[in-house]
C-alpha cells in the first residue's frame, strides 16, 4: 500500500504530459509522425505456395483365373505379383490482389511397373483466374474441378467433373476447362441462404474433348438453397451430344455429430452398349435414373462411420454383366484354340464400360475410422468395405495413417477382393493390393 501514492504520481505525470504534447499545434505533430508503418510478421502476404512430394509403393497379388486377367494377358504373363513405384510431385500456388485470383494446382508422376517400365505423366489439375468484385459475385475462367454432389464414395449428379476414385475418394480431381460464375445472396425468412452457379464448357479438339464427339457448348447451373436447416442443390447439364442431365442433393444435420446426405440424377436419353455371350454388341436407350443415400456419424469415442447405399441406373444387371464375362472366357480359349484374338479384341471394345468402378447397379459402401486409439496420438486406423449388391461380390481395405511429424503423413493400405467366379470382384486383375506412402507437405 506504500507504493499507491508513487504510483498515483507516476500516472498522472503521465497523462499530464500526454494531454500537453497534444495540446500543441496538431497539423505540426502530424507532420513529424509517421503512423503508416506496417509491421510485416503479421501483414497477409497476397500469395500462398504449397508444395507436395508422394512416394507410393503398390504390389498387387494377380489372379491368372480371372477372366479380366486373361484378356488383359491372355497368357503372355506369369507372374504371381506385380509391382510399381510412384513418385508423385503436386506444386499448388495462390495470388490474390484486390479482386483478382489466380489459382493453379500442378502434377508430376513418375512411376515404374512392369508392364510399361520407366513412365511420366504432366498435367495441369486446376489452373483458373477468378474475379470477386464483391462478396456476393465471382467468376471464373480455366480449368477448374466443380465439386457437385453431396455423396462421399459415389457422386451422381457431378454433372461436370470425373468420376471420384472408390478406393480413394479423398485424392484431387483433375478439371476441366469452363467458365463459371457464383452469385450468393443472404436473406431472412425460410430460405436463409441461396446461390446461382452458371457453368459453360466449350468442347474442341484441344479443350475437354473426353467429353463430347463434336465440337459444341456445354452448359448447365446449380442452384443452391439453405431452408430448413437443410443444405438442397438442383443442378442440370443440357449438350447437342451428351445426354440431358438434372440432379438434386441434399445435406442435413440431424444433431452436431450425425449428419444424412442425399444426391440423385436423371439422365435422359442414356445409350447402353451391352454384348450378349455371343459377341453380339447392341444399344438400348432409356432414361436412367441413379440414387444416393448416406449418414455420416461421429461416435462419442471419436469414431467416424460414413455409409452410403448407391443405385447406379447406368449400370448393367448381373445378367448383363455375366454375359460380358462369358463372352470374354470363350474368346480366351477360342485364342488357345486358334491363336486367334479376334473374340477377345472384341470384348475390349466394350471394356470401357464394363470394366469401369461401380458398373453395375447396387453397391453399398461403410468406411469406419477411429482417431487416435490406444492415446496414440495423429494415428487413425480405418476400414473400408464395398459390397456390390447385385452379384454379392465386393472389397475390404484396412488402412493405417500416422502423421509424426506435422507436415508427413505414412499411410498403408491393404485391399482384399472377394467374389465367386463371373462376379464384378470375383474376376478382377487382383485378388489383393497392399499400398505403401510417405508423403511430404512443404
Known amino acids: 500500500m506504500k507504493q499507491a501514492p508513487a504510483i498515483l504520481v507516476i500516472w498522472f505525470m503521465t497523462v499530464f504530459f500526454y494531454e500537453s504534447a497534444f495540446s500543441q499545434n496538431s497539423e505540426d505533430i502530424s507532420s513529424d509522425l509517421d503512423l503508416g508503418f506496417k509491421i510485416e510478421e503479421i501483414e497477409k502476404k497476397p500469395y500462398t505456395?504449397?508444395?507436395?512430394?508422394?512416394?507410393?509403393?503398390?504390389?498387387?497379388?494377380?489372379?491368372?483365373?480371372?477372366?479380366?486377367?486373361?484378356?488383359?494377358?491372355?497368357?503372355?504373363?506369369?507372374?504371381?505379383?506385380?509391382?510399381?513405384?510412384?513418385?508423385?510431385l503436386t506444386l499448388e500456388g495462390q495470388y490474390q490482389k484486390d479482386t483478382i485470383k489466380l489459382y493453379g494446382r500442378f502434377n508430376s508422376l513418375f512411376y515404374y511397373n512392369d508392364d510399361e517400365n520407366f513412365e511420366s505423366e504432366r498435367k495441369a489439375e486446376e489452373v483458373y483466374i477468378s474475379f470477386q468484385p464483391s462478396f456476393s459475385w465471382a467468376i471464373?475462367?480455366?480449368?477448374?474441378?466443380?465439386?457437385?454432389?453431396?455423396?462421399?464414395?459415389?457422386?451422381?449428379?457431378?454433372?461436370?467433373?470425373?468420376?471420384?476414385?472408390?478406393?480413394?475418394?479423398?485424392?484431387?480431381?483433375?478439371?476441366?476447362?469452363?467458365l463459371s460464375a457464383d452469385y450468393i445472396k443472404s436473406m431472412e425468412?425460410?430460405?436463409?441462404?441461396?446461390?446461382?452457379?452458371?457453368?459453360?464448357?466449350?468442347?474442341?479438339?484441344?479443350?475437354?474433348?473426353?467429353?463430347?464427339?463434336?465440337?459444341?457448348l456445354i452448359w448447365g447451373g446449380k442452384v443452391y438453397l439453405f431452408a430448413f436447416d437443410t443444405d438442397m442443390d438442383f443442378m442440370f447439364l443440357i449438350s447437342d451430344n451428351m445426354d440431358k442431365r438434372?440432379?438434386?442433393?441434399?445435406?442435413?444435420?440431424?444433431?452436431?455429430?450425425?449428419?444424412?446426405?442425399?444426391?440423385?440424377?436423371?439422365?435422359?436419353?442414356?445409350h447402353q452398349y451391352i454384348i450378349d455371350e455371343y459377341g453380339n454388341i447392341s444399344e438400348q436407350e432409356y432414361t436412367a435414373f441413379s440414387l444416393l443415400l448416406g449418414l455420416r456419424y461421429l461416435s462419442s469415442q471419436d469414431t467416424t462411420y460414413i455409409f452410403e447405399y448407391y443405385r447406379n441406373g447406368q449400370g448393367y444387371s448381373a445378367r448383363e454383366y455375366e454375359n460380358y464375362l462369358t463372352f470374354i472366357e470363350t474368346g480366351f480359349d477360342q485364342y488357345l484354340n486358334t491363336s486367334s484374338q479376334a473374340s477377345i479384341a472384341k470384348s475390349r471394345s466394350v471394356s470401357a464400360y464394363y470394366n469401369q468402378q461401380a458398373a453395375m447397379r447396387d453397391y453399398l459402401y461403410l468406411k469406419v475410422s477411429q482417431k487416435d486409439p490406444f492415446d496414440i496420438l495423429y494415428f487413425?486406423?480405418?476400414?473400408?468395405?464395398i459390397y456390390n449388391m447385385t452379384d454379392q461380390s465386393g472389397s475390404i481395405t484396412p488402412q493405417l495413417t500416422y502423421s509424426p511429424l506435422t507436415n508427413l503423413t505414412l499411410d498403408m493400405k491393404t485391399a482384399l477382393l472377394l467374389?465367386?467366379?463371373?462376379?464384378?470382384?470375383?474376376?478382377?486383375?487382383?485378388?489383393?493390393?497392399?499400398?505403401l506412402s510417405i508423403k511430404y507437405y512443404f
Open 49 to 88: 505456395i504449397n508444395a507436395e512430394i508422394e512416394i507410393t509403393e503398390t504390389s498387387r497379388v494377380l489372379d491368372q483365373d480371372a477372366l479380366l486377367f486373361k484378356q488383359k494377358y491372355l497368357d503372355k504373363k506369369t507372374e504371381d505379383m506385380a509391382w510399381q513405384t510412384d513418385l508423385d
Open 140 to 178: 471464373d475462367a480455366g480449368k477448374k474441378v466443380h465439386k457437385w454432389g453431396k455423396g462421399y464414395a459415389f457422386s451422381p449428379s457431378a454433372f461436370f467433373s470425373r468420376p471420384r476414385d472408390i478406393d480413394d475418394p479423398d485424392a484431387t480431381l483433375e478439371g476441366y476447362f469452363s
Open 189 to 216: 425468412g425460410i430460405v436463409k441462404t441461396i446461390a446461382i452457379t452458371p457453368v459453360f464448357m466449350p468442347v474442341t479438339r484441344e479443350l475437354n474433348y473426353e467429353l463430347s464427339p463434336e465440337d459444341e
Open 246 to 270: 438434372f440432379g438434386i442433393d441434399f445435406s442435413k444435420n440431424l444433431s452436431p455429430a450425425f449428419e444424412i446426405h442425399g444426391d440423385a440424377a436423371l439422365v435422359q436419353d442414356y
Open 380 to 385: 487413425t486406423p480405418a476400414i473400408t468395405f
Open 419 to 435: 467374389g465367386e467366379g463371373k462376379t464384378e470382384y470375383g474376376e478382377k486383375i487382383n485378388n489383393a493390393k497392399i499400398v
